[in-house]
């Protein structure tokens, strides 16, 4: 029988992932050979310089991308020549994500947003899933703001707003892409707090792409990319830990 | 989910035109039929009670053919506008044909609203054009029902066409990948060239099909008056392939166009700009081109009928006697008429050239950044929208000279009891109010745009988002 990644308690798998644009003398790549497993209920953060292929690897961790060789997991899921049907009905049900330009619906307010993965999904929340969000309006301090459309709102609610929205339906695995990269200092430490209490607290697993050295020292593992392949697994670090071996990777270079 | 429907005001225009179009027509030709029957000379001749509805019927069809275009071409801009949105609600876990669905019934709801509202209007303005025609003395007072089932007709067909042009025009959300709502990191998919091998086979389908059928009309149009919904039928197929190969057809003309505005670098980026993306310019041309072909058509087939009529009042002027005045009435309200299709084309037009501005931001942006000054660049929108508009006139001036003389050859051709070649009317004064006309649509299309254009700042074009 063939071990499954979640028998190895992993919330998501890549294997010998690559990622090739172009072809010829022009050929880029962005990811050369990268394996690795997401732990269930961890915060991992995925660090790395500008072009190291952070997003690359996260797009394509959330079925947004295809790879040009490898494979993906999501779960026991093997999500990487699904189609686009099946990754639509994956994306709504099993993924969350967070961004940093926020992303939510103009037209919607914040009810409508958080509700929307519902919505999509053409079901109203149970009663169960009704009582868990009403706890995240309450943990995220969006009680009062319920009625309110994003414009309305400052950044860091907004941001607040986005990840209720990543949590509603309870996913596999939230994508957190640069999630303090619009938001001053305070705001962004609070984000990210609340990011890690949601792993800590509920066992929510959650990939944050950063090159913030601030916001990767709040995750629990710390995954280093440059030039497309993983250059060192730590666990929880502080901040001048990670500073200086992003340092030491920019200055080999 | 709450839709932003403000993008579609201009599908909702365009119905509501096409409504108050086909509405108006059925009340007015039924209020001339009236009129005719009751006339002691006219009365006597059933053909021009046999003519009047088809004559009708072939305008309404022609204005809701034009809507649909239109309206097809509105949707692909707006969803041009709205890919960031579709974007992030894939990324979410909305399907494409969800996302689609939704732009398909948006279309629905505005072409019902467009359809309800038109048939208002085009009571009330069927009304007042009888009280005015009574009046006058133009027409004597008639004895018509207003209340009239007939009338719903268009207006179902212009819901059902705005339903089915919006999907049609809708098939860009296909093409819009998840991926795009996360910005900057990744660019905007390219129009997919595969598809249009299917497409320009379809077209050269299309346009040998409706010739023969086009030719067919003509043929059966020199014994009977049916030819021309045959031939209307062969027009509306080879139109189809023209506009459907518009990217081919298009470039070309748009060239040659380009030329004639010299060599200044405003004029040159702005050729360079109406050839680069020909999926944009034909977008943008196609519904003047439309506009234009249905005006020419429309001027030349009456020049042709009016040279008919004035050789049988020449041969035989006390059977004709009053015949003049009736012509020269229904040309004058058909000409009106006629106008409101140009209008709905023009409504294209405009729309699609301020939404391809307000999609080029960052490139304006770009281009002040290099130096290019806010007047320079107000020049080179204004050459832009001169160039479309040229192309798109001149286009439509020959397909609608063709088209022109098969309507009239197939309407006309036996309708004097054997068959005979309809020699081509050239109606020089509605070509010299077209180019006037295409002038000022350059102006009035390009006055927002510039004025937008002149407002980027260079910064734009330096900010990633």
């Known amino acids: 029988m063939q071990i499954q990644p979640s028998d190895l308690g992993l919330i998501a798998r890549v294997a010998a992932l690559g990622k090739r644009y172009g072809s010829g003398a022009g050929q880029v790549t962005a990811l050369d050979d990268v394996s690795l497993g997401l732990r269930r209920g961890e915060f991992t953060a995925i660090m790395g310089p500008s072009g190291s292929g952070k997003s690359t690897l996260m797009h394509i961790m959330a079925g947004l991308d295809t790879p040009s060789s490898g494979q993906v997991w999501l779960g026991d899921t093997e999500i990487t020549s699904l189609p686009d049907s099946a990754l639509t009905v994956l994306r709504r049900r099993r993924v969350g994500f967070i961004f940093q330009s926020f992303n939510l619906v103009p037209t919607l307010d914040v009810r409508g947003n958080v509700l929307l993965p519902f919505e999509l999904d053409g079901r109203k929340p149970s009663l169960d899933e009704r009582m868990w969000i009403e706890e995240l309006y309450e943990v995220l301090g969006l009680k009062s703001r319920l009625g309110h459309r994003p414009h309305e709102l400052s950044g860091g609610q907004q941001q607040r707003v986005a990840i209720a929205r990543a949590l509603a339906t309870r996913p596999d695995l939230v994508f957190a892409d640069e999630p303090t990269g619009n938001l001053d200092s305070r705001t962004g430490r609070e984000v990210l707090g609340l990011l890690a209490g949601a792993s800590a607290g509920y066992g929510q697993s959650i990939a944050m792409v950063t090159h913030d050295p601030i916001a990767a020292s709040h995750a629990d593992r710390i995954l280093y990319l440059a030039d497309g392949r993983i250059v060192r697994d730590a666990g929880r670090s502080t901040p001048e830990e990670i500073a200086s071996f992003m340092l030491s990777m920019e200055t080999a270079a | 989910?709450?839709?932003?429907?403000?993008?579609?005001?201009?599908?909702?225009?365009?119905?509501?035109?096409?409504?108050?179009?086909?509405?108006?027509?059925?009340?007015?030709?039924?209020?001339?039929?009236?009129?005719?029957?009751?006339?002691?000379?006219?009365?006597?001749?059933?053909?021009?009670?046999?003519?009047?509805?088809?004559?009708?019927?072939?305008?309404?069809?022609?204005?809701?053919?034009?809507?649909?275009?239109?309206?097809?071409?509105?949707?692909?801009?707006?969803?041009?506008?709205?890919?960031?949105?579709?974007?992030?609600?894939?990324?979410?876990?909305?399907?494409?044909?969800?996302?689609?669905?939704?732009?398909?019934?948006?279309?629905?709801?505005?072409?019902?609203?467009?359809?309800?509202?038109?048939?208002?209007?085009?009571?009330?303005?069927?009304?007042?054009?009888?009280?005015?025609?009574?009046?006058?003395?133009?027409?004597?007072?008639?004895?018509?029902?207003?209340?009239?089932?007939?009338?719903?007709?268009?207006?179902?067909?212009?819901?059902?066409?705005?339903?089915?042009?919006?999907?049609?025009?809708?098939?860009?959300?296909?093409?819009?990948?998840?991926?795009?709502?996360?910005?900057?990191?990744?660019?905007?998919?390219?129009?997919?060239?595969?598809?249009?091998?299917?497409?320009?086979?379809?077209?050269?389908?299309?346009?040998?099909?409706?010739?023969?059928?086009?030719?067919?009309?003509?043929?059966?149009?020199?014994?009977?008056?049916?030819?021309?919904?045959?031939?209307?039928?062969?027009?509306?197929?080879?139109?189809?392939?023209?506009?459907?190969?518009?990217?081919?057809?298009?470039?070309?003309?748009?060239?040659?166009?380009?030329?004639?505005?010299?060599?200044?670098?405003?004029?040159?980026?702005?050729?360079?700009?109406?050839?680069?993306?020909?999926?944009?310019?034909?977008?943008?041309?196609?519904?003047?081109?439309?506009?234009?072909?249905?005006?020419?058509?429309?001027?030349?087939?009456?020049?042709?009928?009016?040279?008919?009529?004035?050789?049988?009042?020449?041969?035989?002027?006390?059977?004709?006697?009053?015949?003049?005045?009736?012509?020269?009435?229904?040309?004058?309200?058909?000409?009106?008429?006629?106008?409101?299709?140009?209008?709905?084309?023009?409504?294209?037009?405009?729309?699609?050239?301020?939404?391809?501005?307000?999609?080029?931001?960052?490139?304006?942006?770009?281009?002040?950044?290099?130096?290019?000054?806010?007047?320079?660049?107000?020049?080179?929108?204004?050459?832009?929208?001169?160039?479309?508009?040229?192309?798109?006139?001149?286009?439509?001036?020959?397909?609608?000279?063709?088209?022109?003389?098969?309507?009239a050859q197939a309407l006309l051709g036996g309708a004097q009891g054997q068959p005979v070649f309809i020699f081509p009317g050239i109606p020089w004064a509605m070509i010299g109010i077209l180019v006037v006309a295409a002038g000022l649509l350059t102006a009035v299309a390009s006055i927002a745009p510039a004025r937008r254009a002149m407002r980027v700042s260079p910064v734009v074009a330096l900010a990633t988002d």
């Open chain 2, 1 to 407: 989910m709450r839709a932003r429907l403000k993008d579609q005001i201009p599908t909702l225009l365009v119905a509501l035109l096409a409504g108050t179009f086909g509405v108006l027509l059925l009340h007015v030709t039924g209020m001339l039929a009236v009129a005719i029957a009751a006339d002691s000379v006219t009365g006597e001749s059933d053909t021009v009670a046999l003519m009047l509805p088809v004559v009708a019927w072939v305008f309404i069809v022609i204005a809701i053919y034009v809507s649909a275009v239109v309206t097809s071409n509105t949707v692909a801009t707006v969803v041009a506008g709205r890919t960031r949105l579709i974007a992030l609600l894939r990324l979410i876990g909305s399907s494409a044909r969800a996302e689609r669905g939704r732009i398909a019934r948006e279309g629905l709801a505005v072409g019902f609203a467009g359809a309800a509202a038109g048939v208002l209007l085009g009571t009330l303005a069927a009304f007042g054009l009888e009280r005015v025609a009574v009046a006058t003395g133009v027409m004597p007072a008639v004895d018509y029902q207003y209340l009239n089932v007939s009338v719903l007709l268009p207006a179902i067909a212009v819901v059902l066409t705005t339903w089915l042009a919006s999907w049609v025009g809708s098939r860009r959300v296909l093409r819009v990948r998840p991926i795009e709502a996360i910005g900057q990191s990744v660019e905007s998919g390219r129009e997919e060239l595969v598809r249009r091998r299917g497409r320009n086979i379809a077209a050269v389908v299309l346009v040998v099909l409706g010739t023969a059928l086009l030719a067919a009309g003509i043929v059966v149009g020199l014994v009977r008056p049916e030819g021309v919904l045959i031939g209307l039928l062969g027009g509306i197929l080879s139109f189809s392939g023209v506009v459907l190969a518009a990217h081919v057809v298009m470039p070309p003309v748009l060239r040659l166009v380009g030329r004639l505005f010299g060599r200044s670098p405003a004029a040159r980026i702005a050729a360079e700009n109406a050839v680069r993306n020909p999926e944009r310019a034909s977008r943008m041309t196609i519904g003047l081109v439309i506009g234009v072909t249905l005006v020419t058509t429309f001027s030349v087939t009456m020049e042709s009928y009016r040279a008919m009529i004035h050789a049988a009042i020449e041969a035989q002027p006390e059977v004709f006697a009053g015949v003049e005045g009736m012509l020269n009435v229904t040309i004058a309200i058909f000409a009106v008429l006629i106008g409101f299709s140009a209008l709905i084309a023009a409504i294209g037009m405009v729309n699609t050239l301020s939404l391809s501005v307000l999609q080029r931001t960052r490139e304006l942006g770009l281009l002040r950044a290099l130096g290019f000054e806010a007047r320079q660049l107000r020049g080179m929108i204004v050459a832009e929208a001169a160039a479309l508009t040229v192309a798109a006139t001149l286009t439509g001036l020959v397909l609608g000279f063709v088209y022109g003389w098969a309507g």
